[in-house]
């Protein structure tokens, strides 16, 4: 038997954070949205209990160290599972980039072995299983636009983002999380994102209103270090984006396109700049239809 499934990166159309708890997990309210750019994994079971990983770029980890692996092995533990799998990822979603690549690579994994292996759980058990390993992994099963609150794992399902296109641009630069959210733990917030009302504003299909509203408040911090950030996301809002914005801890930028030709205006001017390698027009998208 074997199965594929694609695996979606997302964007955060707002991304707040309003405490920490004792154990340093950041406390966050978060809007997230699934976007049209994704890995592709091809799973196939094996009788050696062996989890095999190989992946189609030098650069990823192929070992235990790979929430690919380290999903399957809590998964083989959890439910007594004798059998492994061979997997296979093919890499699109841009690593270090803010956009649950890693995550969403778990994801697809608990939902794949689940059916590979007849586990019969429910996605609820496998989100309880999957915060352990990543506060990001119950969002990526879960799929779509959400709220996201708690540590990230607290996940209420939305009405879909109003149609529209995105162009998605990464420069070649990687952000440390960790350091973002330290660095941040050292600054006051000075202001903060009115999550409630981007979640209004998409409920109501106010595409500006929603855009109006995005906010992140990582992107003061990685940007006082990247300042190539805002360089992208002036050119892309001086090429016609509604508004371009961070996405996650950085340091890629989704700019949101209310007409298709303005969104290839965009993504042309940005390939022209050569500020950001990794480059992508997309859209937003929910995997469950």
């Not at 000075?190 to 999550?195: A, L, M, R, S, Y």
């Not at 007409?259 to 965009?266: F, I, N, V």
């Amino acid at each position: 038997m074997e199965i594929t499934r694609k695996a979606y990166a997302k964007i955060n159309l707002g991304l707040d954070v309003i405490g920490r708890r004792e154990d340093g997990y950041h406390l966050v309210r978060m809007i997230m949205q699934n976007v049209d750019l994704y890995d592709t994994l091809t799973y196939k079971e094996n009788d050696t209990g062996d989890i095999n990983l190989t992946a189609s770029s030098e650069g990823i980890p192929t070992d235990d160290s790979n929430l690919i692996c380290k999903v399957a092995h809590q998964l083989q533990k959890e439910c007594g599972v004798e059998k492994g799998a061979d997997i296979h990822l093919e890499k699109r979603i841009p690593v270090a980039a803010g956009m649950a690549g890693g995550s969403t690579d778990g994801a697809a994994t608990y939902l794949a072995l689940n059916e590979l292996w007849g586990l019969g759980l429910s996605k609820e058990r496998l989100c309880e299983l999957a915060v352990k390993l990543g506060a990001d992994i119950p969002y990526c099963i879960l799929g779509g636009t959400a709220l996201s609150e708690g540590i990230g794992e607290v996940l209420t399902p939305i009405k879909e983002m109003p149609e529209c296109y995105l162009v998605i641009a990464k420069p070649a630069i990687a952000v440390s999380t960790g350091w973002v959210y330290t660095e941040l733990d050292s600054r006051e917030i000075e202001k903060h994102p009115d999550i409630d009302g981007i979640k209004r504003a998409i409920e109501g299909g106010d595409l500006k209103g929603m855009c109006d509203l995005i906010g992140n408040v990582l992107e003061d911090v990685t940007v006082s270090k990247y300042s190539v950030i805002k360089d992208i996301e002036k050119l892309l809002e001086d090429n016609g984006a509604v508004r371009a914005f961070m996405t996650g801890s950085g340091p890629t930028v989704f700019a949101v396109f209310d007409d298709k030709e303005k969104a290839e205006k965009g993504y042309e001017a940005v390939r022209e700049s050569k500020l950001a390698p990794e480059l992508f027009l997309s859209a937003p998208i929910n995997p469950n239809k």
